[in-house]
């Protein structure tokens, strides 16, 4: 294939991550991971396999947590890939008994593989960048423990508070737009680039 079409290829197979997942097409969304695939979350961290069932129960649940996608850059070496892509992680449930919509934005890093002839999804980490929430209601504000908030990295500290709030256990070490923690995810893309093991 030629260098256009592997890209096109990598960013069809982005694209269907968002729209399979967001829609609960779970056997399709199987398909974009790699039988080691790993996905890091603020919420979750493990197998592709036990992000797919725990997606599923939640969306069974009523559980929403939505993705919008912008541009992406990728770079290319060989069977390897690491992809950026500007993206926007919305969810919406009750914060201090307020319903509420939290709006994360940040970027999709991608560690991806072709295998078989087939591009697939090794590690997806996401960067996250600055969130705000807002109430559905503008008449209805929720009254946040600003202690509790202020314990969250700024990238995302609206969107841990409403997850710690329903229950989930939030990752508090995860990449932001710049400090040690994104600088040394940099760092792996660039091994992994050159053939090096995650």
Not at 25 to 54: C, K, L, N, S, Y
Not at 112 to 138: A, C, F, N, S, T
Not at 174 to 179: F, K, Q, S, V
Request: some cysteine.
């Amino acid at each position: 294939m030629s260098d256009f079409s592997e890209r096109l290829a990598i960013r069809d197979l982005l694209e269907n991550w968002v729209v399979w997942r967001d829609a609960g097409d779970w056997e399709r969304f199987r398909t974009v991971w790699h039988d080691d695939g790993r996905m890091m979350a603020t919420w979750f961290q493990g197998t592709a396999d036990e992000f797919i069932a725990v997606s599923r129960k939640g969306f069974e649940n009523g559980v929403r947590i939505l993705h919008f996608l912008g541009g992406t850059s990728i770079d290319l070496a060989g069977d390897r890939a690491i992809a950026q892509t500007k993206m926007t992680i919305s969810q919406r449930a009750e914060v201090e008994s307020v319903a509420c919509d939290v709006v994360c934005t940040g970027r999709f890093y991608d560690f991806l593989e072709k295998r078989d002839g087939k591009w697939g999804v090794v590690l997806r980490q996401p960067i996250y960048e600055k969130d705000r929430l807002d109430p559905i209601d503008p008449a209805r504000i929720p009254k946040l423990d600003r202690d509790v908030l202020d314990g969250f990295p700024e990238g995302y500290r609206h969107l841990a508070y409403l997850q710690t709030g329903i229950g989930y256990t939030v990752k508090r070490d995860m990449p932001g737009l710049t400090g040690p923690a994104v600088t040394a995810l940099y760092g792996r893309g660039k091994a992994w680039l050159a053939g090096g093991a995650l």
